[in-house]
């Protein structure tokens, strides 16, 4: 398992006065920097006797153009530590820029060591900070990276950071821990230990998001939330994700939705295939969608109850939070959304995320996914 440390709870981020190095780079987005958690870490760092240069040119969804930018300054930098702080598109980021100057250093000949890698994030979703994924948008597509190399050293989890999130992104990133914890559960790389992150993950977001939608300054909701999400990212690090998030990196790179929210309208969807709801619902993802629902002390008898039970709060779950019903919801044309199923299934066919998921679909059953979830 991949091993991140990581430093919790309120004002967690003074951690960094304890970090040992000379020089950082720090990658940003203009939130934190308006907010004033940039400058903050400038300040603990210099507390430590390191020199900061700083690359605040985060946009959402990270582009190769992106990256190139900060590659270029973090190659003159000469850092020996690497701070990511923001949303999942600053850690994304920081990933990208590792991973290529890893990348383009082999093919060079040039030996690159590899930073003090510190994560600090200021969105409760990605779980991008004790990961090896990362996320990056090429010629219009997502591209899914995944390697060891570009996992976090150190992640901090300081809920005050937190403080500031818009309410819609508080509802995505928490669907989007809830999907990453579920597809993580029924993965066909599924542990006893990830099961246990798992567990308490989805036990902590049905008990908080809620609360946590309906009163933004609930500090122990918000640090329940950021706990389950990186309870959510240590189990999928090492089991990998499943179709849900194909679908929802073809979809969400087609028409522009946020990730966290294209994987909530595609959840039970997905979970219906899965459980082969349709068939004899009898099978290993049925059987642990049940377990699920057993330890939310809902109805279990069977594994199709139990299945279809956790699905029913899941779907609650999402109404409570307002999440649209469908993808029409969200004012995409039937016709523009049929012209682009095609090309969607394809790509999340081809997915990183797909040969982990329990049942392998073929491309018409992706088609019908998408259609189900319109």
Known sequence: MLKSKVYFN???????????????????????????????????????????EVFSGVRPDPDVKVIAEGLKLYKKSSADVLVAIGGGSAIDTAKGILYFAWKFGNIEGV??????????????????????FSVITSEGEKVCIVDEFIAPDIAILDSTCIQHVPQRV???????????????????????????LVEKAIKLIFENLETLYKDMNNFYAIDRVQNASCMAGMA?????????????????GAFHISHGRSNALLLNAVMEFNADLAGSANGYAAEKYA???????????TSREGAVNFMLAVDKLKKSLGIEDGIRGLGIEQTEFEDALEQMAEKAVLDRCTPTNPKQPSKEDLIQIYRKCY
Request: charged residues 15%; hydrophobic residues 40%; aromatic residues 8%.
């Open 10 to 52: 309120n004002q967690s981020l003074q951690f960094l006065k304890q970090i040992t190095g000379s020089r950082a780079f720090i990658v940003a987005d203009s939130i934190m920097e308006t907010l004033g958690y940039l400058q903050k870490t400038v300040d603990y760092l210099s507390e430590a006797g390191i020199s900061s």
């Open 170 to 196: 508080v509802v995505d990133t928490g669907i989007d821990v809830l999907v990453h914890a579920i597809e993580a559960y029924v993965s066909t790389k599924a542990t006893d230990f990830t099961d246990a």
């Open 291 to 301: 377990k699920l629902a057993t330890m939310l002390q809902l109805p279990a008898r």
């Open 111 to 132: 030996e690159i060591k590899k930073p003090l890698f510190i994560a600090i994030p200021s969105t409760s979703g990605t779980g991008s900070e004790v990961t090896d």
């Open 236 to 252: 999928f690090t090492n089991t990998g994700l499943g179709i849900n998030h194909s679908l929802a990196h073809a979809f969400g």
